[in-house]
């Protein structure tokens, strides 16, 4: 794990909005770190997470 950012900062990073991280916390598709009540992500790990939902989206559908 490298150093924690807030959710600005990791949006900015990885070329999301913060709203779009919040969504994915709330859905439980992400799980940020806390720091009290304040989120916290791994810039590396956040990325992970990138490639594995690119990943997800671009399988082909079962009929």
Not at 42 to 52: A, G, H
Request: net charge positive; charged share 30%.
């Amino acid at each position: 794990m490298s150093d924690l950012v807030k959710i600005a900062t990791a949006a900015k990073a990885v070329g999301l909005s913060k709203f779009t991280l919040y969504k994915a916390v709330s859905s439980g598709r992400l799980k940020p770190y806390r720091q009290g009540r304040a989120l916290r992500f791994d810039i590396q790990e956040l990325r992970d997470w990138m490639k594995e939902q690119a990943e997800e989206t671009s399988r082909p559908l079962k009929s």
